[in-house]
């Protein structure tokens, strides 16, 4: 049996996709491992139920999970985020050298810092197997996007960074597109591969939430913080009729910001709703008449095929993308909706304005696209079918 140690920041009770993957993986003859911290996502601090101990396994459905310490309290906190990375590799460095099993494969995921590679890295040399990174966050462009200061000394030390984690990897996995390009130009004679996010079939619940049928419901899930640019929008509904409402589900740190925004302008046709949980959300997206998908134009965002995307193809609504890049290409060129200039609020308020006039025969044009989409691009069991060829 092939075995496959897996370094990743977010792991179950974490509910992301790469949980499915390990499922699929033990299924298809793999034993995989896995090598993380403690569940922290999104609120940055330790779930109920674990301590923030210097290390310790776990078993989950006959996986062992390898956790270790990490710095708490890094929503908000430029500091803290950047403690949290450090720990990560600390952590995860330590680690390594404790454990006693032996891999074939170490799989790191690079879902937010290109650091974790670095125990991955580690773990390939001791146990003498392949490394294949899978990139979500494209870096350099995702550490200015978080806020860090462009200069032309941090651009050479990220891009010599870079270079040597790519150098040391056997394949490198790719979630958009658009990454594969700047890859390229930082890494020679490396196998790089298109491996999206798939749509998973989660148990799905009634919601609570009753939208209301006479007016035109625009619905966006998913966490709210700055690169969701959900001022913007919000300030384009100032101007838009009562008979169109935005409802916002979800949290995130600019939540009060948002709420404050909506109260001071008194607008009446913006909904906050709050965190619900996944099982709800396909729920709420079918009660919808269109969904919003937003992101700020940042050169480190606007690569990335947002996450949430899967979600709303699965509910075959028109798609009002407030976005540009990898984004706008999906919807554009699938013709699953209509997409505005992420800077310009007139129009923003253009476009949700069009996407009321979306007719019936359209919308059911729009549902059909979005099944292809999810059958094909995103069909999970092609996905990792390609995954394992590359394994093997």
Request: proline share 3%; glycine share 4%.
């Given at each position: 049996m092939k075995k496959i140690l897996l370094v990743t920041q977010v792991f179950w009770p974490e509910n992301f996709v790469i949980n499915d993957l390990v499922e699929e993986l033990k299924?298809?003859?793999?034993?995989?491992?896995?090598?993380t911290?403690?569940?922290?996502?999104?609120?940055?601090?330790?779930?109920?139920?674990?301590?923030?101990?210097?290390r310790s396994v776990e078993m989950w459905r006959g996986?062992?999970?390898?956790?270790?310490?990490?710095?708490?309290?890094?929503?908000?906190?430029l500091l803290r985020k950047l403690g949290h990375y450090f720990s990560f590799v600390r952590g995860g460095y330590a680690y390594v050298d404790k454990i006693d099993e032996s891999y074939d494969y170490v799989l790191a995921c690079q879902i937010g810092t290109l650091t974790i590679a670095l125990p991955a890295i580690k773990a390939a040399k001791k146990?003498?197997?392949?490394?294949?990174?899978?990139?979500?966050?494209?870096?350099?462009?995702?550490?200015?996007?978080?806020?860090?200061?462009?200069?032309?000394?941090?651009?050479?030390?990220?891009?010599?960074?870079?270079?040597?984690?790519?150098?040391?990897?056997d394949n490198i996995f790719v979630s958009s597109h658009m990454f594969i390009s700047a890859v390229k130009?930082?890494?020679?004679?490396?196998?790089?591969?298109?491996?999206?996010?798939?749509?998973?079939?989660?148990?799905?619940?009634?919601?609570?939430?009753?939208?209301?049928?006479?007016?035109?419901?625009?619905?966006?899930?998913?966490?709210?913080?700055?690169?969701?640019?959900?001022?913007?929008?919000?300030?384009?509904?100032?101007?838009?009729?009562?008979?169109?409402?935005?409802?916002i589900v979800g949290n995130g740190s600019k939540f009060n910001d948002l709420k404050s925004l909506i109260e001071s302008n008194n607008i009446?046709?913006?909904?906050?709703?709050g965190y619900k949980e996944a099982t709800y959300i396909q729920d709420i997206l079918s009660k919808s008449d269109a969904l919003l998908l937003s992101l700020i134009p940042d050169i480190g965002v606007q690569k990335t095929e947002p996450f949430k995307i899967q979600s709303y193809l699965r509910s075959g609504k028109p798609i009002l993308g407030v976005i540009s890049g990898?984004?706008?290409?999906?919807?554009?060129?699938?013709?699953?909706?209509?997409?505005?200039?992420?800077?310009?609020i007139s129009d923003i308020i253009d476009k949700i304005n069009k996407i009321t006039e979306i007719t019936t025969q359209e919308k059911l044009l729009i549902a059909k696209r979005s099944k292809e989409l999810i059958d094909n691009r995103y069909n999970r069991d092609r996905i990792i079918d390609n995954m394992i060829q590359y394994l093997k």
């Open positions: 299924k298809r003859g793999y034993q995989v491992d896995i090598l911290h403690y569940p922290s996502y999104p609120e940055s601090y330790v779930y109920d139920g674990y301590k923030n101990e210097n996986s062992k999970i390898y956790r270790f310490k990490f710095v708490e309290g890094y929503k908000n906190s146990f003498n197997a392949k490394l294949i990174l899978w990139i979500f966050d494209l870096w350099p462009d995702g550490v200015y996007a978080y806020g860090f200061k462009k200069t032309y000394v941090t651009n050479i030390l990220l891009s010599k960074f870079i270079k040597y984690v790519y150098s040391k990897c130009e930082l890494v020679q004679n490396k196998e790089i591969t298109y491996i999206p996010n798939w749509a998973i079939d989660p148990v799905q619940k009634d919601s609570d939430i009753e939208l209301d049928k006479s007016k035109f419901n625009i619905t966006f899930t998913g966490n709210i913080s700055r690169f969701q640019n959900l001022e913007n929008v919000i300030k384009a509904f100032i101007s838009i009729d009562d008979s169109i409402v935005l409802n009446k046709n913006v909904i906050l709703h990898a984004g706008e290409e999906i919807i554009t060129s699938n013709n699953i909706g209509i997409c505005a200039n992420p800077d310009n």
